[in-house]
């Protein structure tokens, strides 16, 4: 599985369905496991036993869904293009090979290609956003100590 391969785009009418899913399944969010019956449209069941982590990653997914989007499920351990990992960050492709050329993120050569593990990319993007909360922060009391008004 690759960092584009997107599987579905939801319709109207699974759009709403998540929106249902999501309030019901929101109930157990904070559960350590949870007991589920499954009843599919041939009208087969079973039971179901789940990680309350997994409950987690399934809120995450009706979420994305009930506003319309699609969703990629990415192993941590995958490696990415440089196309990928640029659209990961929402960044161009040579912006990413710059950051990657100055070792602000690992990568390893393929023959000529870069690659990059998905795990990298997240930690980079972590520590960038951490930085943007904390310099937000420090102007934020700047701006209060000044008597700015923000």
Do not use: C, W
């Not at 785009?9 to 589920?36: C, G, N």
């Not at 009208?43 to 699609?70: C, F, K, W, Y």
């Not at 990059?116 to 972590?126: C, G, I, N, S």
């Amino acid at each position: 599985m690759t960092a584009q391969k997107v599987v579905h785009l939801p319709t109207q009418a699974e759009i709403e369905q998540a929106k249902i899913s999501s309030r019901t399944l929101s109930k157990y969010a904070d559960a350590d496991r949870v007991q589920m019956s499954l009843r599919g449209s041939n009208g087969e069941t079973d039971e179901l036993v789940l990680p309350g982590h997994v409950i987690q990653i399934l809120l995450g997914v009706l979420s994305e869904m009930s506003r319309g989007n699609a969703i990629s499920l990415i192993p941590h351990h995958q490696e990415l293009s440089t196309q990928e990992a640029a659209n990961l960050l929402n960044v161009s492709r040579p912006y990413l090979i710059g950051l990657l050329e100055k070792g602000d993120i690992p990568f390893r050569k393929v023959g000529a290609h870069r690659r990059v593990l998905l795990t990298d990319v997240l930690t980079y993007k972590e520590n960038v956003d951490q930085q943007r909360r904390e310099t937000l922060a420090e102007l934020t009391a700047l701006s209060q100590d000044e008597g700015m008004g923000y």
